[in-house]
């Protein structure tokens, strides 16, 4: 029998210990048939087979992102990029260029500024805005996602003054002067302008979420975890399928409170299918909710909080069982894994014929105990490497939870050592997509270093582990006969360029199902 494809001169890396590496590839329909020398796969070669001689490039199991927004981040897509911006006049430019392509009166969302790239090495003013576009709302996120500037016409839409009452947690900048407002919102006061800004139309949504499904096959990615945060996601994925615009392999996670509105939603598929269910243990660690033992740091008032009890949590997991999913429970803080462990615990001893694969989201703050009692019950811990070193450079984890605690915040080498699986994301559009980039901040990590891991353990938290996550390890994750044919094609080997070049590795192709979705040339 001939393939239908067959990829040769490659550096194919497997995953697969009893054959780390090989030189080819031969695929038919949908499936890997033969991993080997290009001696024996030219043997599979027929009239009708494509042929992709790779010149050398590296070959990996299709890569898979455990934790993505897909929706939000095809909203970003349509967003106003200002990563560029090297000054307060080049951000007008931007804005003014963007002003000119949008109707009067509808708003312009834009984020990526960052005030210490400015030459002017200051914030964005509210005359700035104003100038560059009269005629819109328009409201600007900082890359931090916790500062936004905006317009006279935006705060005028969502009725904020100088006597606005300030929400918890948030700032309004005012002039110290005169006590008008500078047009920069912080934290929760965010959100004071966002609720003005009026929600995409189905169509527009759809059109934003299918390229966003583009530009992560684009990025090497053939699976995700897509994280719905609402209904309407759901009726998204199933137009995306229908008219088949999805491109990768969809694993959809829902919250809690949706499992009802899943039923009849899809056949269960390889290319679609509602694989776990959200429980929300506690909060995050950047607004201090988080449930800690001991208060933080530099609060000590405050040690978060638990958003259930372990009665309700273990409703919550038998709930999600019972409608056949996998229980995906988010927990930050110590409190909240140790909460989380015993209802696991309880729940392993009561299914004990029908063994559960349970996750473990976010899992940050940990300790000896507590990754013993994750090793022993097959706990998968759910991570994002990016999200990691932004704890440590954006919120500050040291000094806000005291250099002991921060010695365990998602300790990734300890975990991996003492044998816990733990699976990578990206929690795009929060950071960006790229997984070179994921793994890169896992094997150069800044913070306590100890953690570091070698780039072939981050790479199977992309790949075998990931896959192990959601019980696919059967099906994706390494290159081997029988398994389907994701793969992913680099201009590099991962293993041999120089650790903190990792997240500049090009794509170079992207295939699913044996089919080619994205090609660089």
């Known amino acids: 029998m001939s393939a239908d494809l067959a990829l040769i001169n490659g550096n194919v890396k497997t995953m697969n210990p009893s054959r780390p590496v090989a030189e080819a590839v031969a695929v038919t329909k949908n499936k890997i048939i033969k991993v080997g020398t290009n001696k024996e796969i030219n043997q599979l070669i027929g009239e009708k087979t494509k042929v992709i001689s790779l010149n050398g490039k590296t070959v990996l199991p299709g890569l898979i992102d455990t934790h993505i927004h897909v929706a939000d981040f095809g909203r970003c897509l349509l967003w106003l990029d200002l990563t560029s911006a090297g000054s307060i006049g080049k951000l007008q430019s931007l804005l003014k260029e963007k002003a000119k392509q949008t109707p009067a009166g509808k708003w312009i969302i834009g984020r990526g500024w960052n005030q210490n ?26 890359e931090s996602a916790m500062i936004c500037a ?23 900048d005012k002039n110290p002067q005169t006590g008008e407002l500078t047009g920069i919102l912080r934290d929760s006061a965010t959100n004071l ?11 527009e949504l759809l059109d934003a979420t299918a390229l966003a499904c583009q530009k992560i096959a684009e990025a090497g990615v053939t699976s995700v975890h897509w994280l719905v945060l609402s209904e309407n996601e759901l009726s998204i994925i199933q137009r995306l399928h229908a008219e088949g615009k999805l491109l990768v392999r969809v694993n959809v996670i829902i919250p809690e409170a949706l499992l009802k509105k899943t039923i009849g939603f899809q056949p269960d598929s ?29 609060e000590p008032n405050n040690s978060g909080r638990l958003l259930c009890t372990e009665q309700a949590l273990a409703a919550s997991v038998a709930q999600v069982l019972a409608a056949g999913f996998q229980p995906v429970i988010h927990a930050m803080g110590d409190k909240a894994v ?10 392993s001893k009561q299914a004990a014929a029908k063994p559960v694969r349970f996750r473990l989201e976010q899992a940050a703050v940990l300790n000896k105990e507590l990754i013993k009692r994750l090793k022993t019950q097959k706990v998968v811990v ?78 199977r938290m992309y790949t075998v582990d990931a896959a192990y996550s959601s019980c696919e390890e059967n099906v994706k994750g390494s290159i081997e006969d029988g398994k389907i044919a994701d793969l992913t094609i680099l201009s590099n080997d991962p293993l041999a360029v120089p650790m903190d070049e990792l997240k500049d590795v090009n794509v170079e192709m992207t295939i699913i199902d044996g089919k080619v979705v994205y090609s660089k040339h």
């Open 270 to 298: 390889l290319m679609l299918h509602v694989g776990g269910a959200v429980i929300a243990a506690d909060g995050y660690l950047d607004s201090k909710t988080a449930a800690l033992f001991q208060p933080y740091s530099d």
């Open 338 to 347: 140790d909460s989380a462990l015993k209802v696991i615990e309880q729940t």
């Open 193 to 203: 302008v966002w609720q003005a800004v009026p929600e995409p139309t189905a169509d």
């Open 150 to 172: 905006v317009n006279s016409k935006a705060l005028a839409l969502a009725g904020v003054t100088e006597q606005t009452a300030v929400p918890s947690g948030g700032t309004i």
């Open 382 to 459: 759910s991570v994002q490497p990016k999200v990691i070193a932004s704890e440590f450079s954006v919120w500050s984890a040291t000094e806000r939870l005291g250099v002991e605690r921060a010695k365990w915040l998602h300790p990734l080498k300890t975990l991996l050592k003492e044998g816990v699986k733990v699976a990578g994301g990206s929690d795009c559009p929060m950071e960006p997509l790229n997984p070179l980039l994921g793994m890169q901040e896992a094997v150069t990590r800044q913070n306590f270093p100890e953690q570091r891991l070698t780039v072939e353990e981050a790479l």
């Open 117 to 142: 790239r400015f030459k002017e090495k200051r914030l964005p003013k509210l005359s700035d805005l104003n100038a560059a576009a009269p005629d819109n709302p328009v409201i600007l996120y900082h």
